[in-house]
């Protein structure tokens, strides 16, 4: 047993060091990308910060100062240089201030929005996926299976704007339509704010998880080793969680792992209509005030969370599943 054990470790080391590997090839190449692509835009950094009625002498002072002068490659060096050792640069629009200190307090309430609603949303997801295969094809099967799909149909934003009128302005007046965080506050201080941007999150990805795990919850009753633990004489909630859902829950954990992952990228439409100060306003800001540095470091941090989502949820899916770890062996 001991020597079986030491093979599943050593197969399961071998195979993170190789997600970790691909994962950091993935960031290198997603970093070529957001280089190349705002190196691309039609905008000069230097002029955005000094005006138009800055002097040549100036702008080219400027241009030297944020390395703009040297060549591409040289400029891209330098860039991925600084995010290696934390160094984001500084934000064009704010002054010269440091992205990281433009973005911290963004990233905080980001961050905050996206835990709460995921740790509402997975188990909610799963208990709904699971109660609707144990009740196939009956009035709540077929109840909740349409509401999944209309749900999953619509976008963010009008499900947003949908329940800031039902809840916040025309049919009832219980919660604020808008989300503002003051700066110094942290978003514990103001919990009723976040309900209905909360609400719109779970709404926007519970559909998936649901589904997904509905369909898997399906398949594993139907199979040999739950059926014989029902002839063992157990009894059907113990055959339920015990067996049947341990082994269907592989499967939504990598959709839970996308769908995290979209919450953390994708809030920016829902942070936009509920004026949260998060990074998808951040986002909006940079990108209309041509604040590069913000861009770039906002679209690596997303892919960062993407990469180390992903990781996870494959580690994850191989720790339940016992025929993924017998084949690392």
Do not use: C
């Amino acid at each position: 047993m001991s020597t079986a054990i030491r093979f599943v470790r050593r197969g399961i080391s071998g195979f993170v060091l190789r997600r970790v590997l691909l994962g950091l090839l993935t960031l290198l190449l997603v970093s070529v990308i957001v280089f190349a692509a705002t190196q691309a835009l039609p905008s000069d950094p230097a002029r955005a910060i000094l005006g138009r009625t800055a002097t040549p002498e100036s702008l080219a002072a400027l241009r030297k100062q944020l390395n703009l002068t040297g060549s591409i490659p040289g400029q891209y060096a330098h860039w991925l240089r600084g995010f290696v050792t934390g160094d984001f640069g500084n934000s064009l629009a704010a002054r010269g201030e440091p992205v990281t200190q433009v973005l911290g307090k963004r990233l905080e309430n980001s961050a905050f929005l996206v835990l709460i609603a995921g740790a509402v949303s997975i188990p909610l997801s799963i208990l709904l996926g699971v109660l609707a295969a144990r009740r196939r094809d009956g009035p709540f099967d077929h109840t909740s299976s349409v509401l999944m799909l209309a749900l999953a149909a619509l976008p963010e934003f009008v499900v947003g704007i949908a329940l800031v009128v039902l809840f916040g302005t025309t049919v009832f007046h219980w919660l604020p339509a808008v989300s503002l965080i003051p700066p110094e506050d942290t978003p514990f201080q103001h919990l009723k704010a976040l309900i209905l941007p909360v609400a719109t999150l779970v709404l926007a990805v519970s559909p998936y998880i649901a589904r997904i795990m509905r369909a898997s919850m399906v398949e594993v009753l139907e199979s040999d080793f739950v059926e014989m633990a029902r002839l063992k004489g157990m009894p059907e909630r113990h055959v339920l969680w015990r067996h049947a859902v341990p082994n269907a829950v592989a499967p939504a954990i990598q959709v839970i792992a996308l769908n995290l992952a979209y919450l953390a990228g994708g809030i920016v439409v829902v942070e936009f209509v509920f004026g949260y100060p998060g990074i998808g306003s951040a986002l909006v800001d940079a990108v209309a005030n041509r604040d590069l540095p913000v861009v770039q470091a906002l679209a690596i941090l997303i892919a960062g969370v993407y990469v180390a989502l992903n990781l996870m949820a494959d580690v994850a899916t191989i720790l339940v599943s016992p025929r993924l770890r017998t084949s690392l062996r």
